[in-house]
Structure formats: structure tokens, C-alpha cells
């Protein structure tokens, strides 16, 4: 069995590729830069997803990794006799696309899917929902310069997941043929507001930090002084606007699946506490 692995230094192919290779299983792991990628030993790196299909068993999609060579990709491993697809997909693949700001970024969490159920192979599509580390980039410099973190809707709810339970599911999607057919909706163990989430970052640092509702257009500055600009804020003030005083969905996914409880925010906020620290 030889699984390739798309998007392998990225926030859940990194700790993919780690899990499989500590299992034993032979990996292909595609990045633009293999020199720089510092895998474990005896991981093959790859810099071409296409050269590394020949002779795999199992393929891990991720749509912003491939970006224009999605369906190309799709079709050379059906060519090839790949025998399973694992998409990463989202939790919000069907809603409106103005209320998802991965699509801003390019990202195609819908075609992945789909293009993985038309394929004709086995497949798994992983539905996960907010990432952890998305904390990081969106409330870090915040927190590090002071003891307020502002966005919009303090009531809005999620359900976080840490990337590591995603690749742990995605391993188990790879490497077993229990989850073929499967659309499964990924989430953290608990649903928390915004300003809960916050409380969880305070409480583990020990600082008295606070969720404050920003104005739209504060928002929007924001979002472009971090880079994902004004359009990706517009879609995550319309995604979070739905989940106001409507609590998030927690699944037992991870749990069910990996046999293991899924991470608290708060542990994994503990494991990383040097990302918010002054
Ligand atoms: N963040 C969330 O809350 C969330 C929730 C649900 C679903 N998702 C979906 O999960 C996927 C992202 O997964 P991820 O966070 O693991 O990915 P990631 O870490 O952002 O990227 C994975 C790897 O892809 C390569 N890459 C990144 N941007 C690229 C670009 N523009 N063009 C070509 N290669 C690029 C990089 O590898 P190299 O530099 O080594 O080539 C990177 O390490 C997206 O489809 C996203 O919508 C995210």
C-alpha cells in the first residue's frame, strides 16, 4: 500500500504524513519545495502529485494544494488504478458560496467532493469544520498587544477541530476500507462562542482577555491587515452571522472513528500557548 499525500506540509498533511509514516505505511508527500520539506525518515517527497501517482493505492486531496490540476489530478489516478480518494473537503461545502470565506482563497471543498463520488473509485470525503490554527492567524497579534480580542458576533458559536484529530480520521480513511462512501462532518468536542473561545485562551494563559463585537468596516481592516483581505471577512461575518444564539454542531466523528476523544480547544490552545504569548 503506498498513499500520496497533497498539501503533505500543510496544516493537516504534515501531521498526516507523520501519523502514516509512524504506522509503517509507505508515503508520497507532494510539496512545491521537497529540499525544505523535512519529513520523517523514509517518507518519499515529491514536488509533481502527477509523477508521484503511479503504482499508489490511495490519494489525499486537498483542493488548495492542487488548485487548477484538481480534476487532471482526479483523472490521472483513475488512470493509474488508484483504488481510493480521500477528499478534504468542509462542513460547509453545500451552503452559499458567499457564506464561505474558503472559496475567497480558491479553495473548492464542493468539487473536490465531487469530483471524488463521480470518479468511479472508492472514496472518502472528510467534511471538516474551523480549523484551530485558524485562532492563531485571526487573534494572535491581538492578544499579544493587549488583553482584548475584537471581530464580529460575540454569540456566534463553533465547534473547532485541531488539525492532528482531522489527520488521524484521514489516515484511518486511507489506510482501511471502513469509511468508504462516506461524507463525514468533522468537528471539535464542544460548541463555543466567540467570546468563550476567548475565555478558554485567557483562562489557559492566565490573562483576564475579552471578546469585544467589532464594526463591519473595523472588521474588514482586519482581515486585510492579516492578509486574507476584505472579501474573505465579508463571507466570515455572513458564516458566522448563521450561527448566532444557534449552537454549533458537534459530531462524534473523531471519537467514533480514531477511538480516542477529540482535543478540547483548551488543550490545544495549552499545547500552543507560546503562538498568543506576549
Ligand atoms: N481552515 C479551516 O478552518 C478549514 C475548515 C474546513 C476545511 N478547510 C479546507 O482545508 C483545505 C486547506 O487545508 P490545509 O489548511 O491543510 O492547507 P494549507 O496548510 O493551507 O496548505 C497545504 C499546503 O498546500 C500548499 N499550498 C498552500 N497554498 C497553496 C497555493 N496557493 N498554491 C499551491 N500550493 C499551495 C503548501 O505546500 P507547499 O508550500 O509545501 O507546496 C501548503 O503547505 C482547504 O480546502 C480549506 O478550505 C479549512
Known sequence: MT????????NVGRPLVTQLAAAGVPVRAVTRTPSASQFPDGVQ???SVLDALPGASAVFLNSRALGPQLSDVVESARRHRVRKLVALSAINADDDFSRQPS???GDRNKEVE???VDS???WVSLRPTVFATNFVGMWSAQIRAG???GGPYAAASSAPIVEADIAAVAAHALSTDELVGQKIPLTGPQALTNTELVDVIGTVLGRPLRY??????VVRQ????IGLGGDFADAYTAMLADSVDNPALVTGEVEKITGRPATTFAQWVSAHRQLFAK
Do not use: M, N, S
Open 3 to 10: 498513499i500520496v499525500v497533497t498539501g503533505a506540509t500543510g
Open 45 to 47: 517527497a515529491a514536488d
Open 103 to 105: 472559496r475567497v482563497r
Open 114 to 116: 465531487q469530483l471524488c
Open 120 to 122: 468511479g473509485l472508492e
Open 147 to 149: 488583553d482584548v480580542v
Open 212 to 217: 469585544v463585537e467589532a464594526p463591519p468596516d
Open 222 to 225: 482586519r482581515f486585510i491587515a
